[in-house]
């Protein structure tokens, strides 16, 4: 299936979760928020939450620096 992340397409497996999307995208272990079809999915449902085709993923991680 295809998606939108972070306004490029992308294929993925049917029915992947977001933990999945982001271990593929080396977002793994990071400290980031979700977004889909601009609704932030909460860390506690990012396994349960599986895509859809055509959804528009945002993915956005915080970057420390002084």
Known sequence: MQITLN????D????ITVTQLL???GYAGRRVAVEVNH???PRSRHESHALRQGDRV???HAI???
């Open 23 to 25: 271990h593929e995208a």
């Open 39 to 41: 609704e932030i999915v």
């Open 58 to 60: 945002e993915i956005v």
């Open 12 to 15: 993925c497996a049917d029915s």
């Open 7 to 10: 306004g490029h397409p992308r």
């Open 64 to 66: 420390g620096g002084g």
